[in-house]
């Protein structure tokens, strides 16, 4: 019965802190949820902050390899084509909704708890380290890290805003449709994109030189 009461207990927390964030979730709503009481929640987890961590921990165990992303070997411009692929697919989530991890992810991201630590460190860093090896090898030798990472930051906002602006954009244009034809178009769209960038920039620094020379 214990054990039964722990894992209805997780179960609901990981809807509502989905659902509400950490700081705007309450022990009320997760109990009522989980069909229980407060005192279940004090003797499985202790206070809230303990509890948040056992059910972020269980959401890495259940997702941790959904999150990850294989490259393969690849030329670069193929694998930044895999990962933008993966990554809008996965933040649009078409083929599926969108896990446990992904929306205390999203939750995290607008309104931050001690928890995005490990998240960064255990689902955000890994893919964020294969994408900066892309970037780094699509941009010249001396490229600088501020170039490298305003080229990462670039392709992760553009598919994150396929995330974050969606109900804007099914106001803005009410015919979209989030087909998977649509979603692999915006996936090729952002890639062609984020190469004719990465491209540009040996000219870029060209025209920059040949104005300090007319300056």
């Given at each position: 019965?214990?054990?039964?009461?722990?894992?209805?207990?997780?179960?609901?927390?990981?809807?509502?802190?989905?659902?509400?964030?950490?700081?705007?979730?309450?022990?009320?709503?997760?109990?009522?949820?989980?069909?229980?009481?407060?005192?279940?929640?004090?003797?499985?987890?202790?206070?809230?902050?303990?509890?948040?961590?056992?059910?972020?921990?269980?959401?890495?165990?259940?997702?941790?390899?959904?999150?990850?992303?294989?490259?393969?070997?690849?030329?670069?411009?193929?694998?930044?084509?895999?990962?933008?692929?993966?990554?809008?697919?996965?933040?649009?989530?078409?083929?599926?909704?969108?896990?446990?991890?992904?929306?205390?992810?999203?939750?995290?991201?607008?309104?931050?708890?001690?928890?995005?630590?490990?998240?960064?460190?255990?689902?955000?860093?890994?893919?964020h380290m294969k994408l900066r090896a892309i970037v780094a090898a699509l941009l010249p030798?001396?490229?600088?890290?501020?170039?490298?990472?305003?080229?990462?930051?670039?392709?992760?906002g553009q598919c994150l805003h396929y995330k974050f602006a969606r109900?804007?954009?099914?106001?803005?244009?009410?015919?979209?449709?989030?087909?998977?034809?649509?979603?692999?178009?915006?996936?090729?769209?952002?890639?062609?994109?984020?190469?004719?960038?990465?491209?540009?920039?040996?000219?870029?620094?060209?025209?920059?030189?040949?104005?300090?020379?007319?300056?």
């Open positions: 019965m214990r054990k039964n009461t722990r894992k209805k207990l997780i179960e609901a927390a990981l809807e509502i802190f989905g659902e509400q964030g950490y700081h705007n979730a309450t022990i009320q709503q997760i109990v009522r949820r989980a069909g229980t009481n407060v005192a279940a929640v004090n003797y499985h987890f202790g206070d809230k902050a303990h509890f948040y961590v056992e059910v972020v921990s269980h959401a890495l165990n259940l997702d941790r390899d959904v999150e990850r992303i294989d490259l393969g070997d690849d030329p670069p411009e193929e694998q930044l084509r895999t990962f933008v692929f993966w990554f809008v697919h996965h933040v649009v989530g078409i083929h599926k909704p969108s896990s446990s991890l992904e929306k205390i992810h999203i939750q995290e991201m607008v309104n931050p708890s001690p928890i995005l630590d490990t998240l960064v460190e255990t689902f955000i860093r890994p893919n030798d001396d490229a600088s890290e501020q170039d490298i990472r305003h080229h990462c930051f670039s392709v992760i109900p804007v954009m099914d106001r803005l244009y009410n015919d979209i449709e989030f087909t998977e034809d649509y979603v692999n178009a915006l996936a090729e769209h952002i890639t062609s994109v984020s190469l004719a960038g990465m491209r540009a920039v040996p000219a870029q620094r060209i025209m920059a030189v040949r104005g300090g020379r007319e300056r």
